[in-house]
């Protein structure tokens, strides 16, 4: 193992309202003495509004970063990684790893970090401990991107999910909770039980094929820092260096030249094209598949495994699968049974409660046509335009600090 020439240099952005109104205190009781301790120098930045962080690196020289940390729930990364894709140097910009430090009441990708590196469950300050170790190790694997275009806005990038009905509904409805942390979820999620509510639309989406699934494989591993060399050699690695990116080099330009700008997204703006989507007033392709049924009580396409700091939703998610989990919960499900679905989830067994209202499979794109004139649709857990909405996977598009 050799020694680093240079120390990592970090901006770490942290949301001071997150939470509890912890984050800082969290930063000062663990993760400052854990980065001291590595090496890694960092550069504390403290947002104070919304979409600060979203303005910030936009704009922000990131040649001077090894690596941009976030610390806070999933809605400060989301900020982030859609700053970074509205720069007209996006193509490079996307490529600076990411980090994420739990420090919200929904710490879903943190969750999943862990959950990747085989450890066993843990939440809160155990979680945040966790997610800080391995992002002092600086192992960076590739991260899926999925590009959601909407009905009159620009389309958006979401790294977590996609949802409507109950999900998205106890996600916002449970906001009025915040200030009891992550069991606001518990709480939104036995209210909306009380009165459960039935959505009419129409879901189609694009199967994912094992052709794709193995030809487009992108199991690579990097180190955050040039000079790093990691404690076991991976026999996946490609490059030592997060700079030289096997997978923008070819698949994007290939996707440059085949794609059809969907209707909500002009030629100028910047971002990866979307050859997989017809425009959102065109009919989709011979090749996907439309839901016979209507009548929903949610849909939630995850690309991460989980939903939640205790909500394992996609067990079979990994950061670079090249696909969207795609689960629906048709309408006829009792309330008792919802939650025993929601229970099981907390081990990630709800695929094997052989519940018959539950429908799970992979895709690489999808459609949802909401019929029902009002409900909440939410991108990584923020509120979107409330209509027509699909989506497409980018595959290892962005880079993500997993240790």
Same mark, same amino acid.
Request: with cysteine; charged share 20%; glycine share 6%.
């Given at each position: 193992?050799?020694?680093?020439?240079?120390?990592?240099?970090?901006?770490?952005?942290?949301?001071?309202?997150?939470?509890?109104?912890?984050?800082?205190?969290?930063?000062?009781?663990?993760?400052?003495?854990?980065?001291?301790?590595?090496?890694?120098?960092?550069?504390?930045?403290?947002?104070?509004?919304?979409?600060?962080? #979203?303005?910030?690196?936009? &704009? @922000?020289?990131?040649?001077?970063?090894?690596? !941009?940390?976030?610390? =806070? %729930?999933?809605? /400060?990364?989301?900020?982030?990684?859609?700053?970074?894709?509205? #720069?007209?140097?996006?193509? &490079? @910009?996307?490529?600076?790893?990411?980090?994420? !430090?739990?420090?919200? =009441? %929904?710490?879903? /990708?943190?969750?999943?970090?862990?959950?990747?590196?085989?450890?066993?469950?843990?939440?809160? &300050?155990?979680?945040?401990?966790?997610?800080?170790? !391995?992002?002092?190790?600086?192992?960076?694997?590739?991260?899926?991107?999925?590009?959601?275009?909407?009905?009159?806005?620009?389309?958006?990038?979401?790294?977590?999910?996609?949802?409507?009905?109950?999900?998205?509904?106890?996600?916002?409805?449970?906001?009025?909770?915040?200030?009891?942390?992550?069991?606001?979820?518990?709480?939104?999620?036995?209210?909306?039980?009380?009165?459960?509510?039935?959505?009419?639309?129409?879901?189609?989406?694009?199967?994912?094929?094992?052709?794709?699934?193995?030809?487009?494989?992108?199991?690579?591993?990097?180190?955050?820092?040039?000079?790093?060399?990691?404690?076991?050699?991976?026999?996946?690695?490609?490059?030592?260096?997060?700079?030289?990116?096997?997978?923008?080099?070819?698949?994007?330009?290939?996707?440059?030249?085949?794609?059809?700008?969907?209707?909500?997204?002009?030629?100028?703006?910047?971002?990866?094209?979307?050859s997989l989507l017809p425009p959102l007033d065109q009919p989709l392709p011979d090749d996907w598949v439309v839901v016979p049924e209507e009548d929903f009580v949610l849909m939630l396409a995850m690309y991460q495994s989980h939903l939640a700091e205790d909500l394992l939703a996609a067990p079979e998610a990994t950061p670079d699968d090249g696909v969207i989990h795609l689960f629906y919960v048709r309408a006829g499900i009792?309330?008792?049974?919802?939650?025993?679905?929601?229970?099981?989830?907390?081990?990630?067994?709800?695929?094997?409660?052989?519940?018959?209202?539950?429908?799970?499979?992979?895709?690489?794109?999808?459609?949802?046509?909401?019929?029902?004139?009002?409900?909440?649709?939410?991108?990584?857990?923020?509120?979107?335009?409330?209509?027509?909405?699909?989506?497409?996977?980018?595959?290892?598009?962005?880079?993500?600090?997993?240790?």
């Open positions: 193992m050799s020694q680093m020439s240079r120390p990592c240099q970090m901006m770490l952005l942290v949301n001071p309202q997150s939470g509890k109104g912890q984050a800082l205190t969290l930063y000062n009781n663990h993760i400052q003495r854990m980065l001291n301790e590595a090496g890694i120098k960092h550069t504390l930045v403290i947002t104070e509004r919304q979409n600060h962080a #979203r303005e910030m690196v936009k &704009e @922000a020289d990131l040649s001077q970063w090894d690596a !941009l940390v976030i610390m =806070s %729930g999933d809605g /400060l990364l989301y900020e982030v990684i859609n700053g970074l894709l509205e #720069r007209p140097d996006w193509e &490079e @910009a996307i490529r600076t790893p990411l980090g994420i !430090l739990p420090g919200g =009441s %929904g710490n879903a /990708l943190a969750a999943s970090i862990h959950h990747y590196s085989g450890a066993s469950p843990v939440t809160s &300050e155990e979680l945040l401990v966790s997610c800080g170790f !391995l992002l002092c190790k600086g192992l960076v694997s590739h991260m899926d991107m999925v590009s959601v275009h909407l009905c009159s806005s620009p389309r958006l990038f979401s790294f977590l999910s996609l949802a409507w009905g109950f999900v998205a509904d106890v996600d916002i409805e449970s906001e009025k909770y915040r200030h009891f942390g992550a069991v606001r979820f518990t709480i939104g999620t036995l209210v909306r039980l009380a009165s459960l509510r039935v959505y009419k639309g129409r879901l189609a989406y694009l199967p994912a094929t094992r052709d794709h699934n193995s030809e487009e494989a992108l199991r690579s591993n990097t180190m955050l820092c040039k000079d790093r060399v990691p404690p076991v050699t991976l026999p996946a690695v490609r490059d030592s260096s997060f700079h030289n990116s096997c997978h923008s080099n070819n698949s994007l330009k290939v996707r440059r030249v085949e794609s059809t700008p969907s209707r909500s997204v002009t030629k100028a703006l910047p971002g990866p094209h979307d009792s309330p008792t049974a919802l939650l025993r679905l929601f229970l099981a989830m907390e081990k990630g067994a709800h695929l094997t409660t052989n519940c018959q209202h539950l429908v799970y499979t992979k895709v690489r794109a999808l459609r949802l046509e909401p019929y029902s004139p009002k409900g909440i649709i939410t991108v990584d857990g923020e509120v979107v335009e409330y209509g027509p909405v699909q989506a497409a996977v980018h595959r290892g598009l962005s880079r993500l600090i997993t240790g």
